[in-house]
Nanobody
Framework: VQLQASGGGLVQLGGSLRLSCAAS????????MAWYRQAPGKQRELVAL???????SYSDSVKGRFTISRDNPRNMVYLQMSSLKPEDTAVYYC?????????WGQGTQVTVSS
């Protein structure tokens, strides 16, 4: 299984970005698709996840601003980010858990300027 994330970039305070992640290989409708982020000097943290039946969970810091979605037939997961803040600056990683195996994408940089 391989994951390819895209959509990061530089955005101003209050702006929006949409991250995408494509899963390829021997995978079909993964159990869990998620986004994590890691800011400089900090541990990687969960941002949002969506399970196969559509249930979601969000970090308190992004609730109401970020929305995770997935396209099961295409094995895609998205993260719509709005009202971005400088503290959202980080490398964002997609993650897939399928049949007990966790796979990470390469990360995409999101930088929010004030």
């Amino acid at each position: 299984v391989q994951l390819q994330a895209s959509g990061g970039g530089l955005v101003q305070l209050g702006g929006s970005l949409r991250l995408s992640c494509a899963a390829s290989g021997s995978i079909s409708s993964p159990n869990v698709m998620a986004w994590y982020r890691q800011a400089p000097g900090k541990q990687r943290e969960l941002v949002a996840l969506m399970i196969r039946d559509g249930g979601t969970s969000y970090s308190d810091s992004v609730k109401g601003r970020f929305t995770i979605s997935r396209d099961n037939p295409r094995n895609m997961v998205y993260l719509q980010m709005s009202s971005l803040k400088p503290e959202d600056t980080a490398v964002y990683y997609c993650n897939v858990v399928h049949l007990g195996v966790s796979t990470w994408g390469q990360g995409t940089q999101v930088t929010v300027s004030s």
